[in-house]
């Protein structure tokens, strides 16, 4: 087991005056039998120091229902609808959320958050990870005028020398945008922040996707060898053409599914995030690291596939897919070009 390092708590006691926590507040620290125990434990002791009263809600990970390993999805099934865990996370000033998965997609988010509640969710890194990219309030404004300008437009288009050609409908989508903190009530954000990203409409994405040599699977925590091009159609793959193993292996985590729904677009946008490396996820082991690093680092294009509740999508079976060297327009107005972020947005 990894060390208790003072500099992981300091790190952590950061992240939660970002939040706004202060002393005597009631924060529930959220956690799964499989949860990585170091970042539980750092969790307490920064709350702790901070003067607030943490206490813990453990629920056993629950049995498999798939059929294939399970992966990145933001969709947590750990609390299972369970009436008393619910009411407690109701209860709470802020829920520390360290399940595998995470909540941010979780059926039972809506009504914690509805009831007022907080959700900060610490993604299932290795501290060493989440140390390098502490919450920075510099990030927040950033995200906010990213959002905006989503918010304001009509369209999305994608392009890239690689022969990417993507159009996104921005009409009736659920725009968002991850500050790497949470402050309002009601409100959720991740650690580690810095992504603009929206839940398209149904039926509003059409296309073409190239994945380069050097882009990432996040799901299967790889780098691209050969491209692969998806063509999407009104939301939907409906080819992965490319040859090789990493064109196989989406092939065959699709069809494992046999489920139509893990072939549609489930949230598209950009990162944000200039404490992110591209390059991170050859320095840990696959068990170490969750991705989230891969989904924000600056001007990735990033594309995912699988649930979209806005849509009416539901499944588990996911695909997150940072995208570099792409150009992302806006009605025309791009806010990244080649793969790097326009100045307003740097």
């Known amino acids: ?198 839940f398209p409409a149904r039926g509003t994405v059409n296309g073409v996707l190239v994945l380069d040599e050097g882009d990432i699977n996040i799901t299967f925590k790889r780098y691209l060898e050969k491209p692969i091009r998806l063509i999407i159609e009104k939301d939907y793959v409906t080819a992965v053409e490319g040859k090789g193993t990493d064109a196989d292996l989406m092939r065959a985590y699709f069809d494992a599914w046999n489920d139509p729904e893990a072939y549609g677009t489930s949230h598209v946008g950009w990162g944000m995030n200039h404490g992110a490396r591209w390059e991170s996820l050859m320095m840990y082991d696959k068990g170490e690291v969750n991705g989230i690093e891969c989904r924000a680092f600056a001007g990735n294009f990033l594309f995912s596939t699988g649930a979209n509740p806005f849509a009416d999508r539901h499944t588990l079976g996911h695909f997150d897919l940072p995208v570099r060297g792409c150009t992302i327009t806006l009605d025309g107005t791009p806010v990244v070009v080649e793969g790097k972020l326009v100045p307003e947005l740097a």
């Open 1 to 198: 087991m990894d060390r208790i390092e003072a500099k992981w708590i300091d790190t952590f006691e950061a992240a939660f005056r970002l939040c706004e926590v202060n002393a005597g507040d009631e924060v529930t620290i959220l956690s799964e039998s499989q949860s990585r125990q170091i970042n539980i434990q750092l969790a307490e002791l920064a709350l702790l120091r901070i003067g607030a009263r943490p206490c813990h809600l453990i629920v056993p990970t629950p049995p498999l229902s798939a059929p294939v390993p399970v992966r990145s999805t933001g969709s947590s099934v750990a609390l299972g609808q369970l009436g008393p865990a619910l009411a407690a996370l109701k209860a709470s000033r802020l829920v520390v959320d360290l399940t595998v998965e995470g909540l941010m997609h979780s059926d039972e988010t809506p009504e914690i958050l509805g009831a007022g509640s907080r959700i900060l969710y610490i993604s299932n890194e290795h501290p060493e990870a989440l140390e390098r990219m502490a919450p920075d309030a510099a990030i927040i404004p950033r995200v906010l005028r990213g959002r905006q300008m989503l918010q304001d437009a009509r369209a999305m288009h994608v392009t890239s020398a690689a022969g990417t050609d993507l159009s996104v409908g921005l009409e009736g989508a659920r725009i968002g945008g991850n500050l790497g903190a949470t402050v309002a009530p009601g409100s959720l954000a991740t650690w580690p922040g810095g992504i603009c990203s929206c």
